[in-house]
């Protein structure tokens, strides 16, 4: 059975920066994609970064490059979104996400990319 468990949400002031940790369960995380999205009150989940496990290769929306590092740290299955230059748009709840399948180009950051999903995080980040 698949589990992902998110943590390291938090409430922080502009320009600070929070690391989120996803850990994972239940399958060949080795041989996966991992994603993190986001939702902010009002909006629709929309991807921030994604890594494809086995090469290493990472994606990124253009609204956190710079900001944002997703990362793995395979020997724990534990996937990481370090955050910083946090802004207020980047409140929301954070959820990472996983796919055991290879995920085409132009899904790597949408939600139908991904099949399993946790159950989200909390930042709150104030001006």
């Known amino acids: 059975q698949v589990q992902l468990v998110e943590s390291g949400g938090g409430s922080v002031q502009t320009g600070g920066s929070l690391t989120l940790s996803c850990a994972a369960s239940?399958?060949?995380?080795?041989?996966?994609?991992m994603g993190w999205f986001r939702r902010a009150p009002g909006k629709e989940r929309e991807g921030v970064a994604a890594i494809n496990i086995g090469s290493g290769m990472t994606y990124y929306a253009d609204s956190v490059k710079g900001r944002f590092t997703i990362s793995s740290d395979n020997a724990k299955n534990t996937l990481y979104l370090q955050m910083s230059g946090l802004k207020p748009e980047d409140t929301a709840m954070y959820y990472c996400a996983a796919n055991r399948d290879w995920i085409p180009p132009g899904a790597r950051l949408l939600p139908r990319g991904y099949n399993y999903w946790g159950q989200g995080t909390q930042v709150t980040v104030s001006s």
């Open positions: 239940g399958y060949t995380y080795s041989s996966s994609y």
